[in-house]
């Protein structure tokens, strides 16, 4: 039987007690929860590999081994599993109230605009919401942040394709997921979770998660992913996209045709016209 390293925790030397049974000569390890505590945390599929995905600001994780100032984890959202700086990470289970819905939110030491930044926090990121005071709320064991800038855990009614939009000009980083650098199928896959949505990481994976296919691309409509081999944007009328992109490095919007064309030389046809079911 074969895995995905990519979202299945097995190493050589331990996996998953999830794997008890299916798999033999491991040392089978429960994982312990534990919380994203920086704005975001770089996801490595070995300790020395350039950067696979990022882990957001309150998101939860397994940790199934800790060594060295690394942690092997999976997340508990997308299921990717990598390694992470353990400093990153805290023991400890919060029950996230709100989650990020601008693209990114500073993060101050009080209730006042002219208080120090401590940090800030990007879209699809996860908190809890523990006091009010004017138009700010308090992060729970982290600071203050404009109000407006946060939505409830479990409103799942967002326009996708102008949520996608809060995206345009932010440059393109592979592997990224937070607002200071994107890669394509992380702004898909952060879009989605802001509806509620379980949906995978890579472009590959995301392909086969929308089941839904649209066969002519007359039919397709606002919202609709456009997949090629290693790439993916989505449809924000019947004629232009959205994507994060190398080519531009960044994040624009362009008519599908000419994206088409300049594609094709290197990564050949689109594969699939997708549609996700809401």
Not at 151 to 159: A, D, G, R
Not at 172 to 192: A, H, P
Request: with cysteine.
């Amino acid at each position: 039987m074969r895995f995905d390293s990519r979202i299945t925790a097995i190493r050589k030397d331990i996996a998953s007690d999830y794997f008890k049974g299916l798999i033999k000569r491991k040392k089978f390890v429960e994982g312990v929860k534990h919380t994203v505590i920086s704005n975001y945390s770089p996801l490595h599929s070995s300790k020395s590999s350039t950067i696979s995905s990022q882990l957001l600001f309150g998101e939860q994780v397994y940790v199934f081994d800790q060594s060295n100032g690394w942690s092997w984890v999976q997340g508990m959202r997308d299921g990717y599993v990598g390694y992470t700086p353990s400093k990153n990470l805290k023991k400890q289970r919060i029950k996230s109230s709100h989650k990020v819905s601008s693209l990114r939110t500073f993060v101050y030491s009080s209730s006042n605009i002219k208080s120090d930044v401590i940090t800030y926090l990007s879209l699809n990121s996860l908190v809890l919401i523990s006091d009010r005071r004017n138009n700010f709320v308090k992060i729970k064991n982290l600071g203050w942040c404009f109000k407006n800038d946060f939505e409830k855990i479990s409103k799942s009614n967002f326009n996708i394709v102008e949520l996608s939009k809060k995206y345009l000009g932010t440059p393109y980083l592979w592997g990224g997921r937070d607002s200071m650098g994107i890669d394509c199928s992380g702004l898909v896959l952060n879009i989605m979770q802001m509806n509620c949505i379980n949906f995978p990481r890579d472009t590959d994976l995301q392909e086969s998660f929308v089941t839904k296919s649209i066969k002519y691309e007359k039919n397709l409509r606002a919202g609709d992913l456009v997949f090629w081999k290693g790439h993916v944007a989505m449809m924000v009328d019947k004629k232009n996209i959205i994507h994060a992109n190398a080519f531009h490095m960044i994040t624009n919007i362009e008519p599908l045709q000419t994206v088409k064309k300049r594609i094709l030389k290197e990564n050949g046809k689109v594969v699939k016209y997708g549609r996700i079911q809401f």
